[in-house]
């Protein structure tokens, strides 16, 4: 109804205008204002209506007239002021008349700004003139494209163009870069360098009756299909891919038309690669066939992780997004900023995964009008691209290096695996953290093989598994260090409690508990064992007996809480998604049995890595817990500086976990385990050149009891604080002597100073 109502109205003006000459200046400002309020509201028909009929020859009745160069039906008005609409996303359009030029009776010229209210770009204002000619007897728009952009004329087009941003990298605390987008090595073909175009199309003239001169016009896009292309032109890509075929690597079954598929604005894609994939040689031989050129930065990026498996299981890798990621992601993201779509590559777990969006960065844009030619004739609108940020992790690039190679170099065989943690325990910092086996980042990237996944996904100790923190494991002995705390703090007992119950060939059954209807709890059997069973002895020798005695005396709901207080059974706050741990299963109940082997670190006592590492922190920081952190700040390039916008801090996650008087009391005690001179179960550790404190673990896994779970939990003393270290040792192994000191082989070297000379120190002064 309101479309014709404002229909009715037009007519109106229009036959008052017709009926009377003298009223044209009057409806001079009504047609203005009409078409520009019909284009405002998107009533493109009403707007059509106005236009002179040089423009819009359907306006007039001369049914003569036929569309000229520069003319526009009705539906492809329309279908012009939509795309306007939905390219710049325009929300609303505002108009304000400045002032009107009289260029002479029949004509005026009206000055104008027009206001895009743009959903990406806020408001855009343009100067404008809409001509006026007098058709008739009434006034009439000349129509033309520059009415609605001042610079656009008939015959250009207009568009959007994205400014994609570049993916932040991650370092390590010493600013090596362990994950980057690099740029692409593009190979590609000026196709007239190798073929003549003349020649083509004498060829498509002659295969379809046409003359030379229409056959050239079609040329371009003939050789823009794929099968048009390999018809014309099959002699030059045969001798192309003979060409190509001794450098790079074709599949033999590939056919043709997947290699030269084809040929825009006379270029031709034949590989990318990845800056690793390719050496000089190659590129070399490549550019020395005609036509073939070498591009190293304009066609695309790729990520690379430069070294491969380091921090693999950490690190994370990044794929092609799924619709449930591009759903996620985009909840509360700006469209200006760049949406996620399933072409986004976006990481896919790890650090990629947790920074994301701060690692994507913004994407930027611009509005153009590019000529007929190609060639952008005027930027109309930019937005600069906010590359993401770059994250520097807390990890010790030489020694996470170390701690893998030592864990390559110690365990051998697919039955056998492992995990270590490097930790600063008075700043919480993850120095390293390695899981063995492992796998390379970049085959995630550059796809795998179907057989090279089946083989990594079949093998028997599983390297797709994060040990460091997603698996679970009995700690062992290791356990007794708070065990022995809980007993101290509790009050139940001192340092100085002497075991006093019957043992009987290193098996004693617990008394004064009701009939003990369980095994009886066994000790390690050591030679020279040194008396009496008080906790400093026991501790030496990792005595289960003395330390499932302790957790009895304790009971079940004082030990338990202590070790609650430690944080057991609940999530350990770390960046990266943990395993919870548990001092007993949610469908266990707490039985004397399952009491006494909590005590000594079995029952159903299970921990991570990592969070070990964390409650051996406290020994070192005062009692307290630290928040473990892997991730130390963020940095952002800004024209030429390099600068940190934001840090993360130490914190504290549980405070005074274990009291400085029980620290004091069990230092010695950890001291003694390692000390080679005494007959403890770290003597084999020998770090020689820093004081070191240490406990061992072993704990039997499997139906068969054939295989262990072998710990080293050890930190140094005395040291400052920057050099503060826990390292924590954890080996998955069969049960068998050659496995029993790998543990040490790896802590040593890693809680030891590096007493190598520095080769960039100046010479000492020896007094010559």
Not at 8 to 23: F, N, Q, S
Not at 497 to 518: A, N, Q
């Amino acid at each position: 109804m309101k479309r014709i109502i404002s229909l009715l109205l037009v007519l109106l003006v229009l036959m008052t205008c017709a009926c009377d000459p003298e009223t044209i200046g009057v409806s001079d400002k009504n047609v203005f204002e009409m078409f520009m309020t019909a284009v405002s509201n998107k009533q493109f028909i009403e707007a059509y209506s106005f236009i002179s009929a040089k423009v819009a020859p359907s306006n007039s009745a001369d049914s003569s007239i036929t569309p000229g160069e520069n003319t526009i039906s009705q539906l492809d008005f329309e279908s012009f002021y939509n795309r306007v609409l939905n390219v710049f996303r325009i929300n609303g359009i505002r108009f304000n008349k400045t002032g009107d030029e009289t260029v002479g009776e029949s004509r005026r010229n009206i000055s104008y700004t027009v206001t895009y209210n743009c959903e990406e770009a806020g408001e855009l204002s343009f100067d404008c003139e809409m001509p006026l000619v007098a058709e008739d007897g009434v006034w009439r728009v000349l129509w033309q494209p520059s009415v609605i952009f001042p610079d656009l004329e008939w015959g250009e087009q207009f568009g959007r163009a994205t400014l994609p941003a570049k993916r932040g990298d991650i370092l390590t605390r010493d600013g090596t870069v362990i994950a980057e987008t690099v740029d692409l090595v593009t190979v590609y073909a000026v196709f007239s360098e190798i073929v003549d175009y003349s020649e083509i199309a004498k060829r498509i003239a002659a295969a379809e009756g046409i003359t030379e001169e229409e056959a050239s016009e079609k040329v371009g896009s003939y050789l823009s299909k794929t099968e048009t292309l390999h018809k014309y032109c099959a002699k030059e890509l045969n001798d192309l891919y003979n060409s190509l075929y001794e450098i790079i690597e074709f599949d033999d079954e590939e056919p043709l038309e997947k290699s030269f598929k084809s040929v825009v604005n006379d270029f031709m894609m034949i590989r990318q690669f990845r800056p690793d994939a390719v050496d000089s040689t190659t590129l070399e031989a490549l550019k020395a066939i005609p036509g073939i050129h070498i591009d190293t930065k304009n066609y695309g990026t790729a990520r690379l992780y430069p070294y491969g498996s380091l921090l693999a299981h950490n690190l994370g890798y990044v794929g092609s997004a799924s619709e449930e990621e591009v759903r996620s992601l985009n909840e509360g993201r700006a469209i200006a900023d760049g949406l996620y779509t399933t072409d986004s590559i976006v990481g896919k777990s790890g650090i990629e995964r947790l920074y994301e969006t701060k690692l994507r960065g913004k994407d930027g844009f611009y509005y153009y009008i590019r000529n007929d030619d190609g060639s952008i004739k005027k930027v109309l609108y930019r937005k600069e691209r906010e590359n993401g940020l770059d994250v520097h992790l807390t990890i010790d690039f030489d020694l996470q290096k170390r701690t893998e190679e030592l864990l390559d170099i110690v365990l051998y065989g697919d039955d056998t695996s492992g995990a270590v943690i490097v930790m600063n325990p008075v700043t919480g910092m993850v120095e390293a953290m390695a899981s063995y086996p492992t796998f390379d980042l970049n085959k995630f990237v550059t796809g795998f093989s179907a057989e090279e996944y089946k083989a990594l996904s079949e093998q028997a100790n599983t390297p797709f598994l994060d040990r460091t923190k997603r698996g679970l494991y009995p700690p062992g002995s290791t356990f007794k260090v708070f065990t022995a705390a809980a007993a101290l703090d509790s009050k139940t007992m001192t340092a100085d409690y002497e075991f006093r119950g019957w043992i009987d060939e290193d098996y004693w059954t617990p008394t004064g508990y009701g009939p003990w209807i369980w095994p009886r709890i066994k000790r390690t059997q050591v030679n020279n064992r040194t008396l009496p069973l008080n906790m400093t002895n026991c501790m030496l020798h990792s005595d289960n007996i003395y330390f499932a005695n302790c957790a009895l005396m304790m009971g079940a709901e004082t030990f338990v809480d202590y070790l609650n207080g430690l944080g057991m059974s609940s999530s350990l706050p770390f960046e990266l998604t943990t395993a919870r741990t548990q001092v007993i299963g949610d469908m266990a109940s707490m039985n004397f049995k399952m009491l006494a082997d909590t005590g000594y670190g079995q029952g159903q006592v299970l921990v991570t890595p990592l969070q070990l590492a964390t409650m051996f922190c406290a020994m070192q920081n005062g009692g307290d817990l630290p928040v473990p952190r892997i991730t130390d700040s963020f940095y952002r390039t800004e024209g030429i500086n390099y600068e940190c916008v934001e840090r993360t801090e130490y914190s504290v996650w549980i405070e005074d976990a274990i009291s400085d008087q029980t620290i004091s009391i069990i230092r010695p005690m950890l001291e003694g385990v390692v000390d080679p001179t005494k007959n403890g179960t770290g003597r084999s550790l020998r770090v020689t050149n820093v004081d070191v404190a240490g406990k061992t673990g072993s704990a039997e896994i499997g139906g068969d009891k054939s295989r262990i779970i072998s710990w080293f939990a050890g930190y140094r003393e005395n040291v400052d604080p920057e050099d503060e270290r826990v390292v924590i040792v954890m080996l998955d192994v069969p049960d068998l002597s050659p496995y029993t000191t790998l543990k040490f082989q790896i802590a040593r070297e890693l809680l030891k100073f590096d007493d190598s000379p520095d080769p960039n120190a100046p010479p000492e002064n020896n007094g010559n």
